[in-house]
């Protein structure tokens, strides 16, 4: 059918929503669905087997963007199709919603964070339903309501008595805008904080931690078993994780009653390369062994140091600074004395805070070297000859080699001599093999409000206890006048803080610090499992039944920090029998960025309102009237680039958001918004609208059902034309469906079959129309659920489309039958038959010499001979 105004307004006319409005539409289907229950959950008895469909839940900041809309959308679609594919689906959806935005508008407007929070939580749950996605809100959780918060209390407190949560004394990362301590992770490479942006300082205070570095083997090595996750989230997180492997050695200090430095090498081959021994300049030892002469330079050089940036020190091109500290160790194999130095770029919470100094095979080393005028001795000669410099005091050679200036391990490779120079360690006693991980503990405290309070009491007879269970949840305090400064916020509750000692009962104190957020998500989703359970977080049945997670999807921001905490948490509490996964995300998707038209001032920097740009041929700052970039960026306020989900819902509808959103790019790539093709998916709705409009006139008998039709060998061309363009529409889709989950093109297929539809629909049989239309709801139906269904209902479909199973294809036709021949009498093309697709030679031949065309080219005499191209042609010479 084409775009023919008189057509539409006829059957438009047939509509009940007429003038078409997609919102009244969509709510009315929206309230069959809760009605039927559509989206419930199966109960575990259920015999489908369960699949797990989870997005990554919103903090609630008040309203949608479009970021988490294709969020939701593409895991609603996944859900949706699994469904009709005979899974009983879990597709919950809940709130992260402890953290610093609540605390800072309560800070600034003086509101209640808790009611600031459920506020938000009512705005976005209700823009969250107008997207139509089939998620099932009894199950909804809220990481700051009691009822939740009290099992994040319970679960620290396994971890507690598992020695997984400790306290300690720590240099910590000081956001002094947020005033709150952050994890290393939540620093930026510029030393700044993730959230605030400010530059991070450091200081020394009691913190707890969690103790992931316990799993960090299991969480590297079971990244190989994720394979439905994307290769780049797994090697950044092989990459945090950080594996080396190498080993220690110790040097004896001289002149100090045998004390030892022991140093963490991965190049333990290199020993005799060695010109010094660097420490961390706050490597415990440094007082006890300085010199007095060197005293004040130490001290100096560490002021200096605590100035520098976590990049400063770790940059490959910054310049690397010292002081020696006047003592000396023993070279454990040649006996020298070895000067001994604090350096700028030796962490001390990296390995053992100490460092064997080998210039000639080591670029900061080098640097190093070079700048104190320290011997450099190259004890690693490339096998290859070309890259052996005369002059290697100028060059440092960090690949594999063979050994010189070493003794007796001269002459070996460096992979042999590795091993060798170890193993000598070892008997000898000073190496041993050694293992070293980047990853540090997960440092969990802070010193805010708005957060799950930390379930430890400390008692002036008994020390620090934890928190019975049966005494959970520690609520949060109300009414807490929040002003940002003055450190914690709950420290200030004197009332709050003083309780009861659980073992001795005498007045004790509560533990004033609240945790990272983060760990209220790293359990959320087994809570989905078993939401309203009263003794437990959840029950292990259940768990079983649901987890892990079949398909989860986010952003790929959390690919470190969120799945890695989630991860280590699934883990720990397997080991706890709690759990029974040893992973708790089966498939991952980290879908791309929403990104919108944006203009730029390239001068300034500027970035300018599209509304404010009066030529988009050629836009101007409207200010200085120089011309703007045009680019394609993440949707941000600060970029005025956002489009307001609300607004697109409005206008198109939900159906056709979801369509474009999904049709416009795959979903790990990034999606450039573009309002014409918005409007080219509210068309093609349109087109489908007025399709099924008119066979609902046309055709009063045709009732559809979810089956489709046995053997085609009775249909005529036409309707085996339209079979097969519904067949390979199903294929097409399940393919596309799979693995690689390409809505896009599934889309395009969607468009096609309508075509072919169209085009073929006059002079096909009732049957056929009936399970091609069929087909082509129940293919729609995930993508565009509320059309999908008013198309259904239309047609006399029973129930809802959404409980119907998802089509199968036919491979009978699929089938292609005949093919066209092209004959040729003496090499001119004279006409063509049709012949069976599966005949040999012969019997295209015959078919040939028996055809009209052979008769009035021949007359009546048989050819002299006859060639045949198999599948093509056939010539015949006279
Ligand atoms: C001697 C050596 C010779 C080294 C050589 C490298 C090359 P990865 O691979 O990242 O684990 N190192 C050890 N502890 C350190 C600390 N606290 N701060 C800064 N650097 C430290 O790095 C291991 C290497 O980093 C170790 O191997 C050590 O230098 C250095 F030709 O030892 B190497
Ligand atoms: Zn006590």
């Given at each position: 059918?084409?775009?023919?105004?008189?057509?539409?307004?006829?059957?438009?006319?047939?509509?009940?929503?007429?003038?078409?409005?997609?919102?009244?539409?969509?709510?009315?289907?929206?309230?069959?669905?809760?009605?039927?229950?559509?989206?419930?959950?199966?109960?575990?008895?259920?015999?489908?087997?369960?699949?797990?469909?989870?997005?990554?839940?919103?903090?609630?900041?008040?309203?949608?963007?479009?970021?988490?809309?294709?969020?939701?959308?593409?895991?609603?679609?996944?859900?949706?199709?699994?469904?009709?594919?005979?899974?009983?689906?879990?597709?919950?959806?809940?709130?992260?919603?402890?953290?610093?935005?609540?605390?800072?508008?309560?800070?600034?407007?003086?509101?209640?964070?808790?009611?600031?929070?459920?506020?938000?939580?009512?705005?976005?749950?209700?823009?969250?339903?107008?997207?139509?996605?089939?998620?099932?809100?009894?199950?909804?959780?809220?990481?700051?309501?009691?009822?939740?918060?009290?099992?994040?209390?319970?679960?620290?407190?396994?971890?507690?008595?598992?020695?997984?949560?400790?306290?300690?004394?720590?240099?910590?990362?000081?956001?002094?805008?947020?005033?709150?301590?952050?994890?290393?992770?939540?620093?930026?490479?510029?030393?700044?904080?993730?959230?605030?942006?400010?530059?991070?300082?450091?200081?020394?205070?009691?913190?707890?931690?969690?103790?992931?570095?316990?799993?960090?083997?299991?969480?590297?090595?079971?990244?190989?078993?994720?394979?439905?996750?994307?290769?780049?989230?797994?090697?950044?997180?092989?990459?945090?994780?950080?594996?080396?492997?190498?080993?220690?050695?110790?040097?004896?200090?001289?002149?100090?009653?045998?004390?030892?430095?022991?140093?963490?090498?991965?190049?333990?081959?290199?020993?005799?390369?060695?010109?010094?021994?660097?420490?961390?300049?706050?490597?415990?030892i440094v007082d006890s062994i300085t010199d007095?002469?060197?005293?004040?330079?130490?001290?100096?050089?560490?002021?200096?140091?605590?100035?520098?940036?976590?990049?400063?020190?770790?940059?490959?091109?910054?310049?690397?600074?010292?002081?020696?500290?006047?003592?000396?160790?023993?070279?454990p194999l040649t006996g020298d004395a070895i000067?001994?130095?604090?350096?700028?770029?030796?962490?001390?919470?990296?390995?053992?805070?100490?460092?064997?100094?080998?210039?000639?095979?080591?670029?900061?080393?080098?640097?190093?070297?070079?700048?104190?005028?320290?011997?450099?001795?190259?004890?690693?000669?490339?096998?290859?000859?070309?890259?052996?410099?005369?002059?290697?005091?100028?060059?440092?050679?960090?690949?594999?080699?063979?050994?010189?200036?070493?003794?007796?391990?001269?002459?070996?490779?460096?992979?042999?001599?590795?091993?060798?120079?170890?193993?000598?360690?070892?008997?000898?006693?000073?190496?041993?093999?050694?293992?070293?991980?980047?990853?540090?503990?997960?440092?969990?405290?802070?010193?805010r409000y708005w957060g799950c309070p930390i379930?430890?009491?400390?008692?002036?007879?008994?020390?620090?206890?934890?928190?019975?269970?049966?005494?959970?949840?520690?609520?949060?305090?109300?009414?807490?006048?929040?002003?940002?400064?003055?450190?914690?916020?709950?420290?200030?509750?004197?009332?709050?803080?003083?309780?009861?000692?659980?073992?001795?009962?005498?007045?004790?104190?509560?533990?004033?610090?609240?945790?990272?957020?983060?760990?209220?998500?790293?359990?959320?989703?087994?809570?989905?499992?078993?939401?309203?359970?009263?003794?437990?977080?959840?029950?292990?049945?259940?768990?079983?039944?649901?987890?892990?997670?079949?398909?989860?999807?986010?952003?790929?921001?959390?690919?470190?920090?969120?799945?890695?905490?989630?991860?280590?948490?699934?883990?720990?509490?397997?080991?706890?029998?709690?759990?029974?996964?040893?992973?708790?995300?089966?498939?991952?998707?980290?879908?791309?960025?929403?990104?919108?038209?944006?203009?730029?001032?390239?001068?300034?920097?500027?970035?300018?309102?599209?509304?404010?740009?009066?030529?988009?041929?050629?836009?101007?700052?409207?200010?200085?009237?120089?011309?703007?970039?045009?680019?394609?960026?993440?949707?941000?306020?600060?970029?005025?680039?956002?489009?307001?989900?609300?607004?697109?819902?409005?206008?198109?509808?939900?159906?056709?958001?979801?369509?474009?959103?999904?049709?416009?790019?795959?979903?790990?790539?990034?999606?450039?918004?573009?309002?014409?093709?918005?409007?080219?998916?509210?068309?093609?709705?349109?087109?489908?609208?007025?399709?099924?409009?008119?066979?609902?006139?046309?055709?009063?008998?045709?009732?559809?059902?979810?089956?489709?039709?046995?053997?085609?060998?009775?249909?005529?061309?036409?309707?085996?034309?339209?079979?097969?363009?519904?067949?390979?529409?199903?294929?097409?889709?399940?393919?596309?469906?799979?693995?690689?989950?390409?809505?896009?093109?599934?889309?395009?297929?969607?468009?096609?079959?309508?075509?072919?539809?169209?085009?073929?629909?006059?002079?096909?049989?009732?049957?056929?129309?009936?399970?091609?239309?069929?087909?082509?709801?129940?293919?729609?139906?995930?993508?565009?659920?509320?059309?999908?269904?008013?198309?259904?209902?239309?047609?006399?479909?029973?129930?809802?489309?959404?409980?119907?199973?998802?089509?199968?294809?036919?491979?009978?036709?699929?089938?292609?039958?005949?093919?066209?021949?092209?004959?040729?009498?003496?090499?001119?093309?004279?006409?063509?038959?049709?012949?069976?697709?599966?005949?040999?030679?012969?019997?295209?031949?015959?078919?040939?010499?028996?055809?009209?065309?052979?008769?009035?080219?021949?007359?009546?005499?048989?050819?002299?001979?006859?060639?045949?191209?198999?599948?093509?042609?056939?010539?015949?010479?006279?």
């Amino acid at each position: 059918m084409t775009e023919n105004p008189a057509n539409h307004s006829t059957a438009a006319a047939t509509l009940p929503s007429d003038p078409f409005d997609p919102v009244a539409l969509e709510t009315h289907w929206q309230h069959y669905w809760k009605q039927i229950k559509l989206d419930r959950t199966p109960d575990l008895k259920d015999p489908r087997p369960p699949f797990y469909a989870l997005s990554m839940f919103p903090y609630p900041s008040g309203s949608l963007h479009m970021g988490h809309v294709r969020n939701y959308v593409i895991t609603d679609v996944i859900a949706r199709v699994q469904r009709m594919r005979g899974y009983a689906v879990l597709h919950p959806m809940g709130w992260d919603a402890f953290g610093l935005p609540a605390e800072n508008a309560a800070i600034e407007r003086g509101t209640d964070p808790a009611e600031w929070t459920s506020y938000n939580i009512k705005q976005m749950r209700s823009q969250l339903n107008q997207l139509g996605l089939s998620i099932d809100w009894q199950r909804e959780q809220t990481t700051c309501s009691e009822n939740y918060y009290r099992w994040t209390q319970w679960l620290f407190l396994e971890l507690f008595e598992a020695g997984l949560a400790y306290q300690k004394e720590a240099t910590v990362n000081w956001d002094p805008v947020d005033q709150t301590v952050l994890a290393n992770e939540q620093v930026d490479s510029g030393g700044r904080s993730w959230r605030s942006g400010a530059m991070v300082e450091i200081k020394q205070l009691k913190q707890w931690f969690l103790k992931i570095t316990a799993y960090a083997d299991k969480l590297l090595d079971d990244l190989d078993q994720l394979h439905g996750w994307p290769e780049r989230v797994r090697t950044m997180q092989a990459n945090w994780i950080g594996r080396s492997r190498g080993a220690e050695i110790d040097f004896t200090i001289i002149g100090h009653n045998s004390t030892k430095i022991t140093v963490f090498t991965t190049r333990p081959e290199t020993l005799f390369g060695v010109s010094y021994v660097a420490l961390a300049p706050d490597h415990p030892i440094v007082d006890s062994i300085t010199d007095p002469k060197h005293q004040q330079s130490v001290k100096s050089f560490r002021d200096f140091v605590s100035s520098l940036s976590f990049e400063d020190r770790t940059t490959e091109d910054k310049t690397k600074q010292g002081v020696p500290i006047g003592a000396a160790v023993l070279h454990p194999l040649t006996g020298d004395a070895i000067p001994v130095w604090i350096a700028d770029y030796v962490l001390g919470d990296y390995g053992y805070g100490a460092v064997m100094g080998v210039p000639s095979h080591d670029e900061r080393d080098f640097s190093f070297a070079h700048r104190y005028k320290l011997p450099i001795l190259p004890v690693i000669q490339p096998t290859d000859e070309n890259l052996c410099s005369p002059n290697y005091e100028e060059q440092v050679w960090s690949g594999p080699g063979v050994l010189i200036h070493s003794a007796e391990f001269s002459g070996m490779t460096s992979d042999i001599a590795k091993d060798a120079i170890v193993r000598c360690g070892e008997t000898k006693g000073w190496a041993r093999k050694r293992v070293q991980y980047r990853i540090r503990d997960w440092l969990i405290s802070r010193q805010r409000y708005w957060g799950c309070p930390i379930p430890i009491v400390y008692c002036d007879h008994c020390g620090m206890l934890p928190v019975p269970k049966e005494q959970l949840p520690i609520k949060l305090p109300k009414g807490v006048r929040l002003s940002g400064h003055s450190g914690s916020p709950l420290g200030g509750q004197i009332d709050w803080v003083k309780t009861d000692c659980p073992c001795c009962g005498a007045v004790a104190k509560r533990e004033t610090d609240t945790m990272d957020t983060f760990m209220c998500s790293s359990w959320y989703f087994l809570r989905f499992a078993d939401p309203v359970n009263l003794d437990m977080p959840f029950d292990l049945e259940a768990i079983h039944h649901w987890l892990p997670v079949s398909q989860y999807v986010g952003g790929v921001e959390h690919a470190i920090l969120h799945l890695l905490y989630a991860r280590f948490l699934t883990k720990a509490l397997r080991d706890r029998g709690l759990v029974s996964i040893n992973e708790p995300f089966e498939r991952l998707l980290t879908q791309g960025m929403v990104q919108g038209l944006t203009y730029r001032n390239s001068v300034s920097g500027r970035y300018v309102a599209p509304t404010q740009v009066i030529d988009p041929d050629n836009p101007r700052d409207p200010d200085s009237g120089e011309s703007l970039e045009v680019l394609f960026e993440k949707m941000s306020k600060s970029k005025y680039n956002g489009v307001d989900p609300n607004c697109v819902i409005n206008r198109y509808g939900a159906d056709t958001a979801r369509m474009f959103i999904l049709f416009k790019a795959p979903p790990e790539k990034n999606l450039e918004w573009d309002n014409a093709d918005v409007e080219g998916q509210y068309r093609f709705l349109q087109r489908l609208r007025r399709l099924i409009c008119s066979l609902h006139r046309s055709r009063i008998n045709l009732k559809i059902k979810a089956s489709s039709i046995k053997a085609s060998s009775a249909l005529n061309n036409n309707d085996r034309e339209i079979r097969r363009a519904v067949h390979s529409a199903i294929y097409a889709i399940d393919e596309d469906l799979s693995d690689k989950m390409q809505f896009n093109t599934a889309i395009s297929e969607l468009m096609k079959l309508s075509n072919a539809i169209t085009s073929l629909l006059e002079d096909a049989a009732d049957i056929v129309v009936s399970e091609a239309v069929s087909t082509l709801i129940r293919l729609l139906a995930p993508f565009a659920p509320h059309l999908a269904e008013e198309f259904w209902q239309m047609l006399g479909g029973e129930d809802s489309v959404h409980q119907q199973c998802w089509p199968n294809y036919d491979p009978e036709a699929l089938k292609v039958e005949s093919i066209r021949i092209v004959i040729q009498v003496k090499g001119k093309v004279r006409g063509s038959i049709n012949v069976p697709i599966d005949s040999d030679s012969e019997t295209v031949e015959r078919l040939a010499l028996g055809s009209e065309i052979a008769h009035k080219w021949l007359q009546g005499s048989l050819p002299s001979r006859v060639i045949v191209v198999p599948g093509r042609l056939v010539n015949l010479v006279p």
